[in-house]
Each structure stands twice: as C-alpha cells, then as structure tokens.
C-alpha cells in the first residue's frame, strides 16, 4: 500500500505562482511514476505532468513552459512549480503514484487550485 499526502493549494491570482508538493509513504519501490493529474468541475480528470524515478518528465501541452515537475527521490517526494498561473488552471490537482511494470495506480486526497483573473 501506498499513501500520498499533498500540500501546497490555494487561491492565486492570474499570473502567480504556486508550488504543490507530495510526499508518498509506505511500500515504495525505487523504479516507480508519480506526478499531478487535474479535475476541474465537469470535466475528466487530466494529466499534468508526470516524472519517472530516473528523471524523464512528461507534461500536458497547456502547461508546458509554465509548470515544473521535480523529485527528491531520497524523501519519495514530487513538486510542482506552478509559473503563470491561468483561471482555467483551476482545478483540484491529484497527487499519483505507479509502481513501474506492475500494480495499481495510487491517488492522493487532492488538493485546490483556484486562480482567480
């Protein structure tokens, strides 16, 4: 089992920066996938940006020059540095865990985005 814990929500005004951090805990193996995926109300939840544990980085086109994904593998946790924040960045943002090659996918509680113009 794994449990996700985030942090780093909020209210922002357009343009502004936030940075969501999550932090996984349990049993981690060391070749695994997490990111952030997004669910704005009435729309399907969506791929944010993923980074794998040796580093390639994976980010949905309307975030891409704005949004960073990093990790600290040593505490099995994964940032997301959020530049120029738009309204329709609004979302509840999911923290996501993957074992590599095998098991279930693992979701954090999630956490606010609200990006006010």
């Known amino acids: 089992q794994v449990q996700l814990v985030e942090s780093g929500g909020g209210l922002v005004q357009a343009g502004g920066s936030l940075r969501l951090s999550c932090t996984a805990s349990g049993t981690i193996f060391s070749r695994n996938r997490m990111g952030w995926y997004r669910q704005a109300p009435g729309k399907q939840r969506e791929l944010v940006a993923v980074?794998?544990?040796?580093?390639?980085?994976n980010y949905a086109d309307s975030v891409k020059g704005r949004f960073n994904i990093t990790r600290d593998n040593a505490k099995n946790t994964v940032y997301l540095q959020m530049n120029s924040l738009k309204p329709e960045d609004t979302a509840v943002y999911y923290c996501y865990y993957k074992r590599i090659g095998v098991g279930g996918d693992y979701w954090g509680q999630g956490t606010q985005v609200t990006v006010s113009s």
């Open positions: 980074i794998v544990s040796g580093g390639p980085t």
